[in-house]
Nanobody, 125 residues
């Protein structure tokens, strides 16, 4: 059974940093593009960042470019999201997601095959 388990969330002050991790199991991790999405209260689940299978191209939502960095360690079946210069508007539940052999430059919730349960990131002003 495929499992994606997020960790590393918590409370951080505005301007601070946090690193999220997503440990995957039950799949051939290197064959999956991986993404991070987030959902704030009363809002849709939106794309944040993604990294492709294979060569590992990265993609970011405009509001996080230059602040967030996505990376992966295939040997550890883990994808990371390094979040710097955090803002109060970054507060949300962050979800890890996987899509097998996904090669598009556009990522959306509907395109992902598997999801983690989410982890809360709180940013205080």
């Amino acid at each position: 059974q495929v499992q994606l388990v997020e960790s590393g969330g918590g409370l951080v002050q505005a301007g601070g940093s946090l690193r999220l991790s997503c440990a995957a199991s039950g799949l051939t991790f290197s064959s999956y593009s991986m993404g991070w999405f987030r959902q704030a209260p009363g809002k849709d689940r939106d794309f944040v960042a993604a990294i492709s299978w294979g060569i590992g191209n990265t993609y970011y939502e405009d509001s996080v470019k230059g602040r967030f960095t996505i990376s992966r360690d295939n040997a550890q079946n883990t994808v990371y999201l390094q979040m710097n210069s955090l803002k109060p508007e970054d507060k949300a539940v962050y979800y890890c997601a996987a899509a097998r052999y996904y090669s598009s430059t556009y990522y959306s919730s509907s395109g992902m095959n598997y999801w983690g349960k989410g982890i809360l990131v709180t940013v205080s002003a």
